[in-house]
């Protein structure tokens, strides 16, 4: 990908709109790993096609993909807690796709994966704590809950007996949050670095056929460009509607 003279050519927009869509929907069959961690921090697969997308196509394009995938979810599923966790989302998304496509970027050797997958890895596990413990959480107690931290006490107790309103942060960002997202990256950075050859030279392939050279490249790339924006437009729109006007 790295030969295309524009950025955002046919190739690209097609891959984008094609990763939003597959994140989006792995994002949606999420599961409880109830077992292991309280019942609301659901696993799903979604990162691996985020960070597939992300190498191949580059910081940008897994931006774009991780607002597909939270657009996406919202029109199918809505929100819960009035968009904050779909927030907590973005940001955690940002936290990786950002520093690991820039590393990816600048050094496309197998090393080089590695590093990014580490890096973008720490990062967004940082995010993730940072949100619950800035953001999520505190927005769950005080509008959801009114204030009080019982409801989630009372979902962690199976696990965490001792837990308190005092010591709740200490058993949920560092025994619950932590361990769960570096497992979400570990799981995705491993499947990801197995197959993401195979995917790139699929998508190589699919540059030749959406991306000829020779008159019309621009016209085709502007058509997809404005199909793609007008999507976006539609998604937004309909998570909008989904909340205020049917939810």
């Known amino acids: 990908m790295s030969n295309d003279r524009s950025y955002f050519n046919s190739t690209r927009i097609v891959m984008i709109a094609l990763f939003g869509a597959l994140t989006g929907l792995l994002h949606i069959a999420k599961f409880p790993l109830s077992f292991a961690f309280p019942s609301f921090l659901e696993f799903d697969f979604s990162d691996l096609t985020l960070f597939i997308g992300t190498f191949a196509l580059g910081?940008?394009?897994?931006?774009?993909?991780?607002?597909?995938?939270?657009?996406?979810?919202?029109v199918c599923v809505g929100t819960a807690n009035m968009f904050v966790g779909e927030l907590a989302n973005l940001l955690i998304g940002f936290a990786f796709v950002i520093p690991a496509g820039l590393l990816?970027?600048?050094?496309r050797t197998l090393k080089g994966a590695v590093l990014s997958l580490v890096?973008?890895?720490?990062c967004s596990v940082a995010a993730a704590i940072f949100a619950n413990r800035f953001l999520l959480i505190?927005?769950?107690v005080e509008i959801m809950f009114k204030g009080s931290f019982?409801?989630?006490?009372?979902?962690?107790?199976?696990?965490?007996?001792?837990?308190?309103e005092g010591n709740f942060y200490a058993f949920y960002l560092w025994v619950s949050v932590l361990p769960f997202n570096v497992m979400r990256c570990l799981i995705a950075s491993l499947l990801c670095f197995l197959i993401y050859k195979h995917?790139?030279?699929?998508?190589?392939r699919l540059n030749e056929k959406l991306s000829p050279k020779g008159e019309g490249t621009k016209t085709r790339t502007l058509v997809f460009a404005l199909v793609f924006?007008?999507?976006?437009?539609?998604l937004a729109a309909f998570a909008l509607l989904r909340y205020f006007v049917f939810e």
């Open 119 to 122: 890096v973008g890895s720490v």
């Open 104 to 107: 990816y970027q600048r050094f």
């Open 150 to 164: 019982e409801p989630l006490l009372g979902m962690m107790r199976p696990l965490f007996p001792a837990i308190t």
């Open 138 to 140: 505190p927005f769950y």
């Open 199 to 204: 995917v790139s030279r699929l998508i190589n």
């Open 229 to 234: 924006a007008a999507v976006l437009v539609l």
């Open 59 to 74: 910081p940008l394009s897994g931006c774009l993909i991780v607002i597909v995938k939270i657009l996406i979810k919202l």
